[in-house]
């Protein structure tokens, strides 16, 4: 009997061949889609300046060229500061970012919080409304009179109602009840629980949280454009942003010693971009592998509601 409901089970979760043909063909056009724009841009990037301008884009060069690079190189001062700028506000922004967002997630998800009814309703109207942008600005520039500084660049995007959300039903439905209440019977306290007893169980939805911090992170340029005029604490991001807003900025830096027109004629424009876009991408590409088995796990268990 029990041998007949497995079987009975097992094809009930079978999937027809021409069913699992037709997934694999969507899932490999999609993964193509994912791939192309990265292709595409560093064909860009290798492509000389001329056929650009003669030719316009393509997939496959028209005529090699390393300008794109020799000129990032010669500018390497700066970029690698910018890249400096970046890895320190991705690393600072996203421990901040987990350490909030597990602890706030903690206390939402536990039923004997007293005031677990107004503590979830604060997490949950910033989802749907905020101050906007305006009150935002006044809060980080004239309030905290943050402009200029690193923190600027992190603390408006340290927590997220979402990725709390996400923190809360993973409590839930992955730490009993009943383990938190033997802990306390054994006279550990709130942060003890949470340090010594909750994190260690929680690298699955630790890793995907701060993978979608980071990632924030890493690709933000906004916060550079409302907080940052110091050049000296731009990102990457940043920095290509006032590229393509301005090709004229590289020629008002400090480092290259020459003249704005000489920057002009000599600047290959359009691939300079692509290799930037190129050294913003594959950094945070490459961390994906290392972290996906606890990424796919965290947002599984983070999506069954609880």
């Avoid at 010594?196 to 690298?203: E, N, R, Y």
């Avoid at 979608?212 to 005029?229: E, K, R, T, V």
Wanted: glycine content about 6%; charged content about 10%; some cysteine.
């Amino acid at each position: 009997m029990k041998k007949d409901q497995n079987q009975t089970v097992s094809s009930l979760n079978q999937i027809k061949k021409s069913t699992n043909v037709v997934f694999n063909i969507i899932f490999l056009i999609l993964g193509l889609m994912c791939i192309f724009p990265l292709l595409f841009a560093f064909s860009i990037s290798i492509t000389s300046e001329s056929a650009l301008q003669a030719g316009g884009y393509h997939l496959i060069p028209q005529e090699l060229s390393g300008a794109a690079y020799k000129f990032l190189w010669n500018e390497r001062a700066m970029i690698l500061r910018a890249f400096a700028m970046s890895v320190l506000v991705t690393c600072i922004g996203t421990v901040i970012t987990v350490c909030l967002t597990t602890s706030m997630g903690y206390v939402a998800s536990r039923r004997s919080f007293k005031l677990k009814k107004l503590y979830t309703w604060i997490i949950f109207i910033p989802m749907v409304f905020n101050g906007g942008m305006f009150a935002t600005y006044v809060v980080v520039n004239n309030i905290l009179n943050l402009r200029d500084t690193i923190w600027a660049l992190i603390l408006p995007l340290a927590c997220s109602s979402f990725s709390v959300t996400i923190c809360r039903t993973f409590f839930r439905t992955t730490v009993p009840d009943a383990l938190i209440e033997a802990a306390k019977i054994d006279g550990a306290g709130q942060f003890r629980i949470w340090s010594g007893i909750v994190l260690p169980i929680s690298k699955p939805v630790m890793a995907t949280i701060g993978m979608f911090a980071a990632f924030g992170y890493w690709n933000d340029w906004f916060q550079a454009s409302l907080y940052i005029s110091d050049s000296k604490l731009y990102t990457l991001q940043a920095l290509l942003n006032s590229i393509q807003n301005n090709i004229d900025y590289l020629a008002s830096n400090p480092y290259g010693g020459l003249s704005m027109q000489q920057y002009k004629m000599s600047m290959p424009t359009e691939s300079v971009r692509m290799a930037i876009a190129m050294v913003i991408i594959i950094p945070i590409a490459l961390t994906y592998p290392f972290f996906q088995k606890y990424f796919v796990k965290g947002i599984v268990i983070g999506a069954v509601k609880g």
